[in-house]
């Protein structure tokens, strides 16, 4: 059983963050993701898309922001449980709390975030009749380890960055990389496009643009897909294959959450914001975009202000008998837990006699 002082469920922005500011207070974090890699939407649906609001950046690419909040939170150790959904909490005698995780893998801390922005994601799936018989048998959703894919061929779905992005890396992985898109416009970064271009010029990606799958075949495993032009002449072809990766982007759901007994509105967790962001269930915070209140911005500033907020409440569950001054980075600076010590120069006065 994992143990931790704050176990986080979200490992998008603002649940990153919460690391942050819970090191500050010397509290240990663990966070749980459904996804294969921190950083929410920004690193699965939009990684180079730029965002103009987050303060002292004019202009950051949302894969960068994660890489920077990675940066940020490095010294303070924090536990990962990727590729793993929060399925059911527990509540203890003592108060505290037993999350365990759709692998059967349990987390018990004193008190519980959930950063889960619009909830947890779950795959946009195309309308193919036979699609469930494969899944895990050839057709994949996400790409957790590039290197089940090498000297394989594979036909990736999509328009979007994570196709495009895919796509390119795959090029020199697989021995075979298709990329099929329902339009002529990829709607990914240009940059990505003008490289996967390319690739299909040089005879590294096939594109069929204009064009989507709509059959798969195979007998215990997928064999081939079925590619059919949208265009006026209709034709189709028959691509043998190993692999068929639709990524049509995530759709926001907030699954098992939703039965933990937490007061919901409008598919959103109801918080007390005008203390510190705790839900009906104490000890059971909600932070970020999947939190409501009268008010509410679904930003990540908000949520970046959510969790200092909350984590000073925090620290009084944890530690009940102990008083906490807050002191600004600039005066106490930054200790990590990995024995690092970021502060300020001590300006030495000299005095005159």
């Not at 940066?71 to 059911?88: H, Y």
């Not at 299909?200 to 989507?212: D, F, M, R, V």
């Not at 990524?247 to 933990?260: A, C, T, V, Y």
């Not at 009084?316 to 024995?339: A, L, S």
Request: hydrophobic share 40%.
């Amino acid at each position: 059983m994992i143990k931790t002082d704050i176990l986080i469920i979200g490992a998008g922005p603002t649940g990153l963050f919460t690391v942050f500011e819970a090191g500050l207070l010397k509290l240990k974090c663990h966070l749980i993701d459904a996804l294969a890699q921190p950083g929410g939407q920004c690193s699965e649906i939009y990684p180079k898309k730029p965002i103009y609001d987050i303060p002292a950046y004019p202009e950051i690419l949302a894969g960068d922001l994660v890489d920077k909040l990675m940066e940020q939170i490095k010294p303070f150790e924090p536990g990962f449980t990727l590729g793993e959904r929060a399925e059911t909490l527990e509540k203890q005698e003592d108060g505290s709390f037993i999350v365990t995780t759709t692998k059967g893998t349990q987390h018990h801390a004193p008190v519980v975030v959930i950063a889960g922005g619009l909830g947890s994601f779950e795959p946009r799936k195309p309308m193919i009749p036979n699609i469930g018989l494969f899944e895990s048998k050839g057709v994949e959703y996400m790409i957790k380890d590039p290197e089940q894919f090498r000297n394989k061929k594979v036909v990736i779905s999509g328009g979007g960055d994570s196709a495009l992005d895919w796509a390119i890396f795959l090029a020199d992985v697989a021995s075979e990389v298709s990329l099929v898109h329902r339009r002529n416009e990829f709607r990914g970064a240009l940059d990505s496009v003008e490289k996967a271009r390319e690739l299909a010029k040089l005879g590294k990606i096939q594109l069929y643009t204009e064009a989507e799958v709509k059959e798969i075949h195979g007998k215990d495993d997928l064999h081939a897909v079925v590619i059919k032009y949208n265009d006026e002449t209709k034709e189709q072809t028959y691509v043998e294959t190993d692999f068929f990766i639709p990524l049509f982007g995530l759709s926001p759901k907030l699954g098992p959450i939703g039965s933990w007994g937490l007061e919901i509105e409008k598919n959103a967790i109801k918080v007390n914001n005008a203390k510190d962001y705790q839900t009906n269930i104490p000890g059971v915070f909600a932070i970020g975009d999947v939190n409501t209140y009268p008010g509410k911005l679904k930003l990540i500033l908000s949520g970046f202000h959510e969790a200092a907020v909350m984590c000073q409440f925090a620290y009084q569950i944890i530690n009940p008998d102990k008083r906490y001054v807050m002191k600004y980075t600039t005066v106490g600076g930054v200790e990590g837990f990995d024995g690092s010590k970021k502060e300020a120069k001590k300006e030495v006065v000299q005095s005159i006699n």
